[in-house]
């Protein structure tokens, strides 16, 4: 065996990911119960059941976008009437009003990085089921852009609706969130959920089968 593409896991080496001590599995306890020997978390060479939880999720979070785009977001009540938007007609709003600037953050934000970070998320599982050995470091790049945009993500959603409420119809309006909101907010999560059963060393254990 070629040493340097040895992996811990190879080497029955395990990760806490509570405390990050590096331990050797003992063969006295059976590994699917092993536990971090300093802090008794429980610890495995890869994310147990990674790709199939992956999968799962990521699938939840494309079906819940769907009525996050088709319901109303926001209901705006101003001087007894009562308005609602979709995210598209927000972003439409700012378009035709001149407000590209906005237009262009909500359509971005709540729009085009929810459905890229499900696709680079179905990108990276595809590319491990078939063993690529494609540009694994630009793929674990790919990977660590979408863990760290994911932890920004529900930021958009306060965002938006207040900044709708605001610009749209002043300071006396008041401002609801609409069934969309629940739904975009379980898009957020769930996502966050897929980056986070999502075991990047994957993508090197498949090229490492492949060197065998
Ligand atoms: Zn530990």
Same mark, same amino acid.
């Given at each position: ?174 401002? =609801? ?32 089968? =492949?060197?065998?």
């Amino acid at each position: 065996m070629n040493n340097l593409s040895l992996t811990a896991a190879k080497a029955a080496l395990m990760n806490c990911p509570r405390c990050d001590l590096l331990s050797k599995y003992k063969h006295s306890q059976p590994i699917k119960h092993a536990v971090c020997p300093r802090c008794g978390a429980a610890v495995h060479l890869r994310k147990p059941n990674s790709i199939n939880r992956t999968w799962a999720l990521i699938i939840a979070a494309a079906i819940f976008y769907i009525p996050a785009n088709i319901f109303p977001i926001t209901f705006v009540t101003s001087l007894g009437k009562v308005q609602s938007d979709t995210i598209i007609s927000g972003v439409i709003y700012f378009i035709n009003t001149g407000m590209w600037p906005i237009a262009l953050v909500i359509f971005t934000a709540s729009i085009v990085v929810p459905l890229l970070k499900l696709l680079v998320l179905s990108f990276l599982l595809v590319s491990i089921q078939r063993k690529s050995s494609w540009r694994p470091g630009d793929r674990t790049h790919l990977f660590r852009i979408t863990e760290a945009v994911g932890r920004w993500s529900m930021v958009d959603i306060y965002a938006l609706t207040i900044v709708v409420a605001l610009l749209k119809l002043g300071f006396f309006a008041t401002v =609801e969130a609409g069934p969309a909101a629940v739904y975009f907010a379980a898009v957020v999560v769930i996502t966050m959920l897929a980056a986070k059963v999502f075991d990047p060393r994957l993508t090197w254990d498949a090229m490492e089968s =492949e060197n065998e």
